[in-house]
């Protein structure tokens, strides 16, 4: 490739990226060309003789023409590193969208624990970076907590400090069975007014934790139940 073509690739490279005419000086110091401003000037003349290149206005840089940009399709475009570009942007593009598509999921899988129990139901997300969690309310509507407003604050504070759970999630013994913890086997005191009952889940490569804390006046038995069957059904379908 000759310098002329490598100036029409700085050129449309340029104008590709930002949208704007080409100035010889932003070739010349982006571009690392090593020859003298006049150079650079003297070939883009030529470029824009060949009708490669032309100057949309007076004062203007400039920017490629059509024959300019069929000429660097044809016989100037590096496919191979462009390629490679491409294909790294797909794929962080598709975990991105698979991140989402999962978390959407597992916000359905909470839900669908949250009316089934009436407790508060939780999920980590797959990034990690935050913990889904529903049923507040309802849970808040058992006498345990109706009327201790102490032991309701401090589950809401556990709950809110999203860190601070995810943190106590990663303290425990867990794995894919469900895992329950009964009032005072709770290692935080703010829930030790509360089972918890929690499992691992995996799903598309992300890995993170589903569960259940309520009342120790909780039925485990049918919580498990409903736990293992909406675990399994995030895991398997894509569609709760």
């Known amino acids: ?56 206005y007076t004062s203007a840089g400039r920017i490629p023409t059509d024959e300019g940009y069929r000429l660097y399709v044809d016989e100037i475009a590096d496919y191979k590193t462009e390629k490679k570009k491409a294909l790294l942007k797909l794929n962080v593009i598709r975990e991105q969208y698979q991140n989402e598509k999962v978390k959407e999921q597992v916000y359905d899988a909470v839900n669908l624990l949250a009316r089934a129990t009436n407790n508060v139901t939780f999920a980590t997300t797959p990034d990690n970076d935050r913990t889904f969690y529903l049923g507040l309310s309802n849970a808040l509507k058992q006498p345990e907590f109706a009327t201790n407003n102490i032991n309701a604050s401090q589950v809401i504070e556990v709950l809110e ?73 995030f895991e398997k379908n894509n569609n709760l």
Not at 172 to 181: A, P
């Open 1 to 56: 490739m000759d310098r002329k073509q490598e100036i029409l690739k700085a050129i449309v490279k340029h104008f590709v990226e930002t949208a704007e005419p080409v100035g010889s000086k932003t070739v010349l110091v982006s571009y690392r060309f090593n020859v003298s401003p006049a150079t650079i000037r003297n070939d883009m003349a030529n470029l824009e003789k060949d009708g490669l290149i032309y100057q949309p």
């Open 161 to 233: 400090r999203d860190d601070y759970f995810r943190r106590l999630l990663e303290k425990l013994e867990t794995d894919d069975t469900i895992k329950t913890y009964i009032g005072k086997e709770n290692i935080l005191e703010q829930i030790q007014s509360c089972s918890l009952m929690v499992t691992t889940y995996e799903k598309d490569g992300f890995k993170g934790y589903i569960g259940i804390l309520g009342p120790t006046r909780m039925n485990y038995p049918f919580n498990k139940a409903i736990l293992e069957e909406v675990k399994s059904l």
